[in-house]
T-cell receptor, first 114, second 111 residues
Framework: DGGITQSPKYLFRKEGQNVTLSCEQN?????MYWYRQDPGQGLRLIYY???????QKGDIAEGYSVSREKKESFPLTVTSAQKNPTAFYLCASSIRGVWGTEAFFGQGTRLTVV | DAKTTQPPSMDCAEGRAANLPCNHSTISGNEYVYWYRQIHSQGPQYIIH???NNETNEMASLIITEDRKSSTLILPHATLRDTAVYYC????????????FGTGTRLQVTL
């Protein structure tokens, strides 16, 4: 079945360590997105990518980095520069260049930094 | 992308219709209205979208006003499993556009 997979579901890290969250999709989608969600809050856009080897900052990119070396993969690195990294992280993908198409979301990674 | 305004919370009795409003007064002519929902601790799920005509699918109906400045998502027979946060989004697709979410409406379906 086609879909978007995030791993792991739960992740624990010590403060000061970088951590990379995985996002893979087999939907042949061009566009991929990373969001952060805090308790009781909506989704805030971290980074998005429309094509391979290209990505743009979202609304809260500071302290995060991404890469898009393959169409299927869009990993997010939470660096030690991110002041409050504990959150629920969601990855999404969508078709680029087609009007009115929806985005598909993964099930999320809950990151806890202690 | 245009900004949307939704009530923070709503209640609905099981079996009744849930009508969730959304204001998007600055919507542009090429922006679609999308609805997603998020059940606790899961990824958002697509529900429906439309440009200017009313739309219906197996999950819901979307009513867009003639001036396109507001819309209503209708769940015709709400069940307890419809309890979730519902997000209304407007965006241009087919371009390198962001997909921006607000805080949504928390719908509580009760017995």
């Amino acid at each position: 079945d086609g879909g978007i997979t995030q791993s792991p579901k739960y992740l624990f890290r010590k403060e000061g360590q970088n951590v990379t969250l995985s996002c893979e999709q087999n939907l042949n989608h061009d566009a991929m997105y990373w969001y952060r969600q805090d308790p009781g809050q909506g989704l805030r856009l971290i980074y998005y990518s429309q094509i391979v080897n290209d990505f743009q900052k979202g609304d809260i990119a500071e302290g995060y980095s991404v890469s898009r070396e393959k169409k299927e993969s869009f990993p997010l690195t939470v660096t030690s520069a991110q002041k409050n990294p504990t959150a629920f992280y969601l990855c999404a993908s969508s078709i680029r260049g087609v009007w009115g198409t929806e985005a598909f979301f993964g099930q999320g990674t809950r990151l806890t930094v202690v | 992308d245009a900004k949307t305004t939704q009530p923070p919370s709503m209640d609905c009795a099981e079996g009744r219709a849930a009508n969730l409003p959304c204001n998007h007064s600055t919507i542009s002519g090429n922006e679609y209205v999308y609805w997603y929902r998020q059940i606790h601790s899961q990824g958002p799920q697509y529900i429906i979208h439309g440009l200017k005509n009313n739309e219906t699918n197996e999950m819901a109906s979307l009513i867009i006003t003639e001036d396109r400045k507001s819309s209503t998502l209708i769940l015709p027979h709400a069940t307890l499993r419809d309890t979730a946060v519902y997000y209304c989004i407007v965006r241009v697709t087919g371009t390198a556009s962001k997909l921006t979410f607000g805080t949504g409406t928390r719908l509580q379906v009760t017995l």
